[in-house]
């Protein structure tokens, strides 16, 4: 998707009595030892994105500090993350009961931003396909517009909706709406004429405030979890599938294609991954946390 207005392993629960929350001690013990096996296994990588990948649940158990004071341990499906308010319980129910749309943009006719031989939608759909596995180990039920290279465009759609383009995107709500999703994330990557700009960002409706509280707690996880991006979520954008949605509904975008590092670090499979861990863990975030206000006057998200 281009945005040319826009310049610019396996832990559990922490273990306790039964019916009993785990205590600080317990909590911080549980945290050194997730970050001294991350350490060790990230020793044995031999990339620069699978040290991060490895090291991840590290990452989550030192950055997570201010969370641990007052919320127990989750086991995260790929280290520990530490949620605020929460009960402990472990990863397998998490997000039980949520179900999730995931819409992999572009697809079929439309294969989104080309750069030489790589096309954004097989980079959207690969990510989008990682994001499914995590959330359904932690219990989500999860729906994908489209698992391949197709578009969701039906005979006489095109006459029906004005154009081809506007027919897929009202067919990729339909399908989630049909799935009763409580949540929709569509899956892009970015481009702008200038090769300077990069790093992953969240669109949000600004009529939408469920959308910009999501929006917020995905691009945090994108900024701590990637280390590649420190871009704000953004509301300044006219979205048929954002304004139209009948449910929380963002549109993460990935990274720019454009951008020489960005493009690199797409096409790796560890960095993707990297990215369905963070969208994951915004999700965590969203629905665990308790629901706050967003800024007076926020309309509009600022420039990333």
């Not at 699978?50 to 341990?73: E, H, K």
Request: charged residues 25%; contains cysteine; hydrophobic residues 45%.
């Amino acid at each position: 998707m281009r945005h040319c207005r826009q310049a610019p392993a396996r832990t559990g629960a922490v273990r306790g009595r039964p019916g009993e929350a785990p205590g600080p001690d317990a909590v911080r013990r549980s945290l050194d030892g997730a970050a001294e096996r991350a350490v060790e296994r990230a020793r044995l990588a031999v990339s620069p994105v699978g040290r991060r990948v490895f090291a991840l649940s590290c990452v989550i158990a030192l950055t997570a500090v201010g969370w641990t004071s007052s919320a127990p341990l989750l086991g995260a499906a790929f280290g520990a993350v530490v949620l605020p308010e929460g009960p402990a319980v472990p990863v397998a129910g998490i997000l039980g009961g949520l179900t999730v749309a995931i819409d992999p943009g572009h697809g079929g006719f439309d294969p989104g931003v080309l750069e030489g031989p790589v096309r954004e939608t097989d980079i959207n759909l690969a990510v989008s396909l990682m994001l499914r596995d995590i959330l359904e180990r932690a219990g989500a039920e999860v729906v994908l517009t489209r698992t391949e290279d197709i578009d969701l465009v039906q005979p006489g759609d095109e006459e029906r909706y004005g154009s081809e383009a506007r027919a897929d995107l009202k067919r990729r709500l339909e399908a989630a709406e049909a799935a009763g999703a409580d949540l929709f994330l569509s899956l892009h990557c970015n481009a702008f004429p200038s090769p300077v700009w990069r790093g992953s960002q969240t669109f949000y409706d600004p009529e939408s405030r469920a959308g910009y509280l999501l929006a917020e707690a995905i691009q945090a996880e994108l900024v701590r979890v990637t280390g590649e991006t420190d871009r704000t979520p953004n509301g300044r954008i006219d979205s048929f599938l954002l304004k139209n949605a009948a449910f929380p509904a963002v549109i993460v975008e990935l990274g720019f294609l454009s951008n020489p590092r960005d493009l690199e670090l797409l096409q790796d499979a560890g960095y993707q991954r990297l990215l369905a861990m963070a969208v994951f863990f915004g999700i965590c975030r969203f629905v665990h946390s308790s629901p706050a206000a967003a800024p007076a006057g926020q309309r509009e998200g600022p420039d990333g």
